[in-house]
Structures are given as structure tokens and as C-alpha cells.
């Protein structure tokens, strides 16, 4: 059984351009979760997403940074315009309901 | 809002010592606790929990018991080894289905053969 998948590992973006981080749940999870690490610190939560629904957004910024889960296909973490400060590693974790989260390997977002 | 504290690192140590790692946390409510591991390049792994006071959980020779007296939840093991090298986070949930997980800000940990 596979585990989380999250793709790319690395995406390297220059400033201005866009970031789109995928994230495949553990099979037979219907909830996934984003979260984002700086350098040197602990995870910071951004979203919950259900299939088709955004359950709990308030980690996510603002401005510039968007998350879905369709009912087909990935969860996508996609960032606009990107700028420095969005350098981080990007978590994707899935879960059944109400159960134990399973964390993916990490997207490294280096902005140029 | 929910926060959680955990000694700052790195902390490096010499294969068998014993190893603490402390946690405490702020929160309303009960909420669950946490350990979870992060080996290089890796994801993260649960390593233990506990989800009500007085709980201790415990794997791979690694312990914690859920203090509320205290809001503490302090990791310990009786002696480490080279492998247990990686950084190790505390955190808490404050829904018993662990939703958004609120972690402490990480401690490394080296182990020297």
C-alpha cells in the first residue's frame, strides 16, 4: 500500500512565477492536510480539505496561495506570483476520518 | 490559541545515554498529544501518542506521559542509539480525530557512536 505521495520534491521557481505542489492522499484517505515548514521550525498548518471541500483554511495566507482536492486526481497547493519568504518545504499529510495523519516525503520550494 | 514549546536544540548525546526532550503546551480544552519523527529527506512519522491525562504512550523504546498538571508531555528513552539521530517534534491536536495538528518548533538530535 503506498504511502503519501507528494510530487515534485523540488521545484525551483523565480520570483514572480507560479508554484503548484501535488499531493496524492494514501489510498482509501478522503482528507488531506498542507502544511508548511520554514527553515528551522516546526510545521505550521495551512489547510484541511475534504473531497471536493475546503474544511478548515485558516493557515492558508491571504493572498497568492490556493488549495483544492477534486474528486478525481490530487490535492494541489498552488501558489501565485511566488516571492522569497515562500521558500519552505510544503507537507501534504492524509488521513481517514477522524484518524492518525500520514505525512508524504515534502515538497522544497526554493524561490530564486 | 494552541501553542507548543519544546527545548530548543541541537542536542547531541553518546550512544546509550539516556535522552529527554522536553514539551510543554498550551491549550483550552483536552487535547491530544503527540510525538512525531523526522529522519532526513523524509516525511514525518508518528512516533507516539496520548489522548487523554495520565496516558503514557510509547514505542521503540521511547516513552511519554501526558502531564496536565504540568502541560507537559516529555519524551524519554533509556538509551539511544546512532539510528535514533533525526529531529523530533511535539504536538498537539485539540479534536480527538487530529485534525489540524499545532507542533513545537522541532529538536534536533544527534547520537555519536
Known amino acids: 500500500n503506498a504511502g503519501v505521495m507528494q510530487n515534485p520534491r523540488h521545484l525551483v521557481r523565480r520570483r514572480g512565477q507560479e508554484a503548484r505542489l501535488r499531493c496524492s492522499p494514501m489510498k482509501g484517505h478522503s482528507h488531506v492536510y ?30 497568492r496561495f490556493s488549495a483544492e482536492f477534486p474528486k478525481e486526481g490530487p490535492s494541489i497547493l498552488r501558489i501565485q506570483q511566488v ?9 501534504c499529510a492524509s488521513s481517514e476520518q477522524g484518524g492518525e495523519q500520514f505525512f508524504g516525503p515534502g515538497t522544497r520550494l526554493t524561490v530564486l | 490559541g494552541d501553542s507548543v514549546t519544546q527545548m530548543e536544540g541541537p542536542v547531541t548525546l553518546s550512544e546509550e545515554a539516556f535522552l529527554t526532550i522536553n514539551c510543554t503546551y498550551t491549550a ?15 516525511g514525518l512519522q508518528l512516533l507516539l ?10 514505542n ?12 507537559s508531555f516529555h519524551l524519554e528513552k533509556g538509551s539511544v ?5 533525526a529531529v523530533y517534534f511535539c504536538a498537539l491536536s485539540d479534536s480527538p480525530g487530529a485534525q489540524k495538528l499545532v507542533f513545537g518548533q522541532g529538536t534536533r538530535l544527534t547520537i555519536n557512536p
Open chain 1, 34 to 63: 498542507w502544511y508548511r515548514q520554514l527553515p528551522e521550525e516546526g510545521l505550521k498548518f495551512m489547510v484541511y480539505l475534504q473531497k471536493e471541500n475546503i474544511i478548515d483554511e485558516s493557515g492558508m495566507p491571504k493572498e
Open chain 1, 83 to 91: 516571492v522569497r519568504g515562500d521558500s519552505a518545504a510544503y507537507f
Open chain 2, 28 to 42: 483550552t480544552g483536552y487535547p491530544s498529544l503527540f510525538w512525531y519523527v523526522q529522519y532526513p529527506g523524509e
Open chain 2, 49 to 58: 501518542k496520548a489522548t487523554k491525562a495520565d496516558d503514557k504512550g510509547s
Open chain 2, 60 to 71: 521503540k523504546g521511547f516513552e511519554a506521559t501526558y502531564r496536565k498538571e504540568t502541560t
Open chain 2, 81 to 85: 542509539q546512532v539510528s535514533d539521530s
